[in-house]
């Protein structure tokens, strides 16, 4: 699986033209202009960028949660209009269901999907020992620390049978060793499962150690400013030249655009 | 429903096992039974103050108004078991009590299984909330007590018109209160249930009902407050048996100690009563850190 190389890889989702516009007290704000990316099956994009840069928008509208105001998004050619099983979306605030267990959490999406019991308590052992958390079944979320319940939020979406996951931020709230543990534990996950991962971070350093591409946005209105593509070998060391030299070329063009946009607003 | 019970769910509550992360400190069996202990002689102070003070009061004045606490109780011998007065009132408590307990749960059962299910419906839909809010809102600030008259013309001198007054005042904390829950849930919830393909219809039941529960048993044990507070007014409507009928009747009879029996007997089925749903919302309500701090 390894070595298949994703970019010949059959396109999954389409973002084509869009736009979002906010309406704010004093007028509609736009927050995504002209914004066109192409994710491939497998792949494993990370959209980077400062906060108003609208990454958090485009994945709210790839995931259903809000509408373009303009263009499409589309998945195996269907445009995508609503939340659904086919992406899953693991949340910065983890957004677990606070009443039940580790164990029905979950469940939950199979279940709601009239999965069979016997298969959905099949699935449910099966992604709870991925994500090292047979130990907690029977525990509910305000037991557990934020990194497990990061754990059981990521679990929960893969038990779905979920094609493309979608990652918003979501290890912005943890401290540094959960967050690299958790790093580890999500390539290691997405290469045994073959997933497609979009994964928002601000992060230069965790989107050159995640991303097969990333995606530099920015803002005012948000748009994609370049790509950049990660061929490090993975397990990426953090300490090697090469990573280094990749993250100061990311820093280089994230800072050069956030310059850039000060010296516009300066100017208007 | 007291503050005393709601300060002293953490002690009889069963210990989960505490995260990895957040160890708590082992609290032991032994432990466990001295705060309960404590808690219990902590709770028996302030009415025993209050009695030896009546007792005093009632000696010193001299009134033939009041009895003496003792009079109450041997008042609430005959009333439960009989052979001290040998009047209308000996051991007639079983019948009484289990009249008003009928009335109380039937209208606060109306009350919940009206007041919940369209509690949630108007939490959830704006077109049900914008038709119902502002009659709701109208009927609101109506004391109860105001709609003893209609009630008695709507449903004759009886008990239904008690249950009927009983489910009125269960009703409207009841409802404003799981409106409320569904309210504030986390509208995160929502999205994260839609994208896991539970939508429309199957969200009443799988999100929107668990996560209104908090407020749903804080509005039950309103409820059922108000609803024990209605049953003496309910049962002043001519219906001859009842707890509040007996608490008339002392009344007119210048009964003081009957009317005294009948306050204390109503004080301590209400505090029973709010103790079940206590612990009612505690089993259901295990997996709340607020339930479980």
Same mark, same amino acid.
């Given at each position: 699986?390894?070595?298949?190389?994703?970019?010949?890889?059959?396109?999954?989702?389409?973002?084509?033209?869009?736009?979002?516009?906010?309406h704010?007290?004093?007028?509609p704000?736009e927050?995504?202009?002209?914004v066109?990316?192409t994710i491939r099956?497998?792949?494993f994009?990370?959209?980077?960028?400062?906060?108003g840069?609208?990454?958090s928008t485009?994945l709210?509208?790839v995931?259903g949660f809000?509408?373009?105001?303009?263009?499409s998004?589309t998945?195996?050619?269907f445009?995508v209009?609503?939340p659904?099983?086919?992406r899953?979306?693991v949340?910065?605030?983890?957004?677990?269901?606070p009443?039940?267990?580790v164990r029905d959490n979950i469940g939950? +999406?199979?279940?709601?999907? !009239? @999965? /069979?019991?016997k298969? %959905?308590s099949?699935?449910?052992?099966?992604f709870?020992? #991925?994500?090292?958390?047979?130990a907690f079944a029977?525990?509910?979320?305000?037991?557990?620390s +934020?990194?497990m319940?990061? !754990? @059981? /939020?990521i679990?929960? %979406?893969?038990?779905?049978?979920?094609?493309v996951l979608? #990652?918003d931020?979501?290890f912005?709230?943890l401290?540094?060793l959960?967050?690299?543990?958790?790093q580890?534990?999500?390539v290691?996950?997405?290469?045994t499962?073959g997933?497609?991962v979009?994964f928002v971070?601000h992060?230069?350093?965790e989107a050159?150690?995640?991303?097969?591409r990333?995606?530099?946005m920015?803002?005012?209105?948000?748009?994609?400013?370049c790509?950049?593509?990660v061929?490090?070998?993975?397990?990426?060391?953090?300490?090697?030249p090469?990573f280094?030299?990749?993250?100061r070329?990311?820093?280089?063009k994230l800072?050069s655009?956030?310059?850039?946009?000060?010296?516009?607003?300066a100017?208007? | 429903?007291?503050?005393q019970s709601t300060?002293?769910d953490?002690?009889?509550?069963?210990q989960?096992?505490?995260?990895?992360?957040t160890p708590?400190?082992?609290?032991?069996?032994?432990?466990?039974g001295?705060?309960?202990?404590?808690?219990?002689?902590?709770a028996?102070?302030?009415p025993?103050?209050?009695?030896?003070i009546?007792?005093?009061?009632?000696?010193?004045?001299?009134t033939r108004?009041v009895?003496?606490?003792?009079g109450?109780?041997?008042?609430?011998?005959?009333f439960?078991?009989?052979g001290?007065?040998d009047?209308?009132y000996?051991?007639?408590?079983p019948i009484h009590?289990w009249?008003?307990?009928?009335?109380?749960?039937?209208?606060?059962?109306c009350a919940?299984?009206?007041?919940?299910?369209?509690?949630?419906?108007?939490?959830?839909?704006?077109?049900?909330?914008?038709?119902?809010?502002?009659?709701?809102s109208?009927l609101r600030p109506?004391?109860?007590t105001?709609?003893?008259?209609?009630?008695?013309i709507?449903?004759?001198?009886?008990?239904?018109?008690?249950?009927?007054?009983?489910?009125l005042?269960?009703?409207?904390?009841i409802?404003?209160?799981?409106?409320?829950g569904?309210?504030s849930?986390?509208?995160?919830l929502?999205?994260?249930?839609?994208?896991l393909g539970?939508?429309g219809?199957?969200?009443f039941?799988?999100?929107v009902?668990p996560?209104?529960?908090p407020?749903i048993?804080?509005?039950l044990?309103l409820g059922?407050g108000f609803?024990?507070?209605?049953?003496?007014?309910?049962?002043?409507?001519?219906?001859?048996?009842?707890?509040g009928?007996?608490?008339?009747?002392?009344?007119?009879?210048s009964?003081?100690?009957?009317?005294?029996?009948?306050?204390?007997?109503?004080?301590v089925?209400?505090?029973?009563?709010?103790?079940i749903?206590l612990?009612?919302?505690?089993?259901?309500?295990?997996?709340?850190?607020?339930?479980?701090?």
């Amino acid at each position: 699986m390894l070595d298949q190389p994703t970019k010949v890889a059959p396109p999954i989702l389409e973002v084509s033209g869009v736009q979002k516009f906010y309406h704010a007290s004093n007028g509609p704000i736009e927050a995504l202009r002209g914004v066109n990316l192409t994710i491939r099956k497998g792949e494993f994009v990370c959209l980077l960028g400062a906060s108003g840069c609208g990454k958090s928008t485009l994945l709210r509208i790839v995931a259903g949660f809000e509408t373009a105001t303009q263009g499409s998004v589309t998945m195996y050619g269907f445009p995508v209009d609503r939340p659904g099983p086919d992406r899953g979306m693991v949340f910065q605030d983890y957004a677990l269901f606070p009443w039940l267990t580790v164990r029905d959490n979950i469940g939950f +999406g199979p279940k709601h999907r !009239r @999965v /069979a019991s016997k298969v %959905v308590s099949e699935l449910t052992d099966k992604f709870m020992a #991925m994500v090292g958390l047979t130990a907690f079944a029977d525990r509910y979320p305000h037991q557990l620390s +934020g990194g497990m319940k990061q !754990r @059981v /939020a990521i679990a929960r %979406v893969l038990s779905n049978d979920t094609d493309v996951l979608l #990652m918003d931020e979501p290890f912005g709230a943890l401290d540094a060793l959960t967050r690299s543990k958790l790093q580890e534990e999500l390539v290691e996950i997405w290469r045994t499962t073959g997933l497609t991962v979009i994964f928002v971070t601000h992060s230069v350093e965790e989107a050159v150690m995640l991303a097969d591409r990333v995606i530099v946005m920015s803002a005012g209105p948000g748009r994609i400013d370049c790509e950049i593509e990660v061929d490090l070998p993975r397990p990426r060391d953090v300490a090697s030249p090469e990573f280094n030299a990749l993250r100061r070329e990311v820093t280089q063009k994230l800072t050069s655009h956030i310059a850039g946009s000060r010296a516009i607003a300066a100017d208007s | 429903m007291s503050l005393q019970s709601t300060m002293d769910d953490t002690s009889n509550r069963v210990q989960l096992v505490p995260a990895a992360e957040t160890p708590v400190p082992a609290v032991g069996k032994r432990g466990q039974g001295m705060q309960r202990a404590r808690a219990v002689v902590l709770a028996l102070i302030v009415p025993v103050c209050l009695m030896v003070i009546w007792d005093v009061m009632v000696r010193w004045t001299g009134t033939r108004l009041v009895p003496s606490p003792y009079g109450v109780a041997v008042m609430m011998w005959d009333f439960a078991f009989g052979g001290i007065y040998d009047d209308a009132y000996s051991a007639s408590l079983p019948i009484h009590f289990w009249k008003s307990v009928q009335r109380v749960y039937g209208g606060f059962l109306c009350a919940a299984t009206i007041g919940i299910p369209l509690g949630l419906m108007i939490g959830r839909m704006p077109l049900l909330r914008k038709l119902l809010d502002p009659t709701l809102s109208l009927l609101r600030p109506i004391p109860v007590t105001a709609w003893l008259p209609l009630s008695m013309i709507f449903f004759g001198l009886g008990p239904r018109a008690a249950i009927f007054l009983v489910f009125l005042g269960a009703f409207f904390p009841i409802l404003l209160n799981t409106v409320f829950g569904v309210r504030s849930v986390d509208i995160r919830l929502f999205e994260a249930a839609e994208m896991l393909g539970c939508s429309g219809a199957q969200q009443f039941r799988s999100v929107v009902l668990p996560a209104a529960l908090p407020s749903i048993f804080n509005g039950l044990r309103l409820g059922a407050g108000f609803a024990w507070i209605l049953i003496v007014v309910g049962e002043m409507t001519g219906v001859p048996e009842g707890l509040g009928a007996v608490i008339m009747d002392g009344r007119t009879l210048s009964r003081t100690d009957l009317v005294i029996t009948g306050m204390i007997i109503i004080g301590v089925t209400g505090f029973v009563s709010d103790r079940i749903l206590l612990m009612l919302s505690n089993y259901f309500l295990r997996w709340s850190p607020q339930h479980h701090a």
